[in-house]
């Protein structure tokens, strides 16, 4: 069975300084992608980054960076430079080849606090 | 940039009564889902469905539960007698294939409160 768990219910970071959202996954598929969504308050879920199993490399998108570690099954997201918009509700995510690919599994959520 | 709508915003209803959640996928998009998130919980899988059929359905999804696409661009979640706890957020999401490495693009939500 597929399991996302992210330890950290609630973080707090400065503004402009950088955090790590905390995720580990568990899953018997070969080939998986794994996903960060931010919600906001207003409740949409925003599509942040996306990491493949067979990805070489760690995935970037801005200010946002994936530090997979797949031996570790860990998919952190890194948020550099912090911004006060970035205070929201962050899950990682996951789907895998084998199960079919059409659901995704979703964690528990960690809920970011941007300080200024 | 195309996206994923849902209507409406906020649907208020009484216990027992049945509901008809609105979404309308990304046109070229082939499959389709209904994801559900309980106020200060994780988001749920519901369903998936492609080629007009169900492709796969959670133990949520029971028969109180049905969706349907009933033209070429609507996708529609039906609950037929609403009990306190469907209130919740419905998210429904498409893709354009089915696969692990493929974005699902959500849609803003429907908060739906059940009295």
């Known amino acids: 069975a597929q399991k996302i768990t992210q330890t950290q219910p609630g973080m707090f970071v400065q503004e402009k300084e950088a955090v790590t959202l905390d995720c580990t996954y568990d899953?018997?598929?070969?080939?998986?992608?794994l996903f960060w969504y931010k919600q906001p308050s207003s409740g949409e879920m925003i599509f942040l980054i996306y990491?493949?199993?067979?990805?070489?490399q760690n995935a970037t998108e801005g200010r946002y960076s994936l530090n997979f570690q797949k031996a570790r099954k860990s998919a952190n997201l890194v948020i550099s430079a912090s911004q006060l918009g970035d205070s929201a509700m962050y899950f990682c995510?996951?789907?895998?080849?084998?199960?079919?690919?059409?659901?995704?599994?979703f964690g528990a959520g960690t809920r970011l606090f941007v300080k200024a | 940039e195309p996206e994923v709508t849902q209507t409406p915003s906020h649907q208020v209803t009484q216990m027992g009564q049945e509901v008809i959640l609105r979404c309308v996928p990304i046109?070229?998009?082939?499959?389709f889902y209904w994801y559900r998130q309980i106020l200060g919980q994780k988001v749920e899988f519901l369903v998936s469905f492609y080629n007009n059929e169900i492709s796969e359905k959670s133990e949520i999804f029971d028969d109180q539960f049905s969706v349907e696409r009933p033209d070429g661009s609507n996708f529609t979640l039906k609950i037929r007698s609403t009990k306190l706890e469907d209130s919740a957020m419905y998210f429904c999401a498409s893709s354009d294939t089915r696969g692990s490495l493929d974005e699902q693009f959500f849609g803003p939500g429907t908060r739906l409160t059940v009295l």
């Open positions: 046109s070229n998009h082939l499959y």
């Open positions: 899953t018997s598929d070969p080939s998986y992608g």
């Open positions: 995510a996951m789907r895998g080849r084998n199960t079919g690919g059409f659901k995704t599994i």
């Open positions: 990491q493949g199993s067979y990805d070489q």
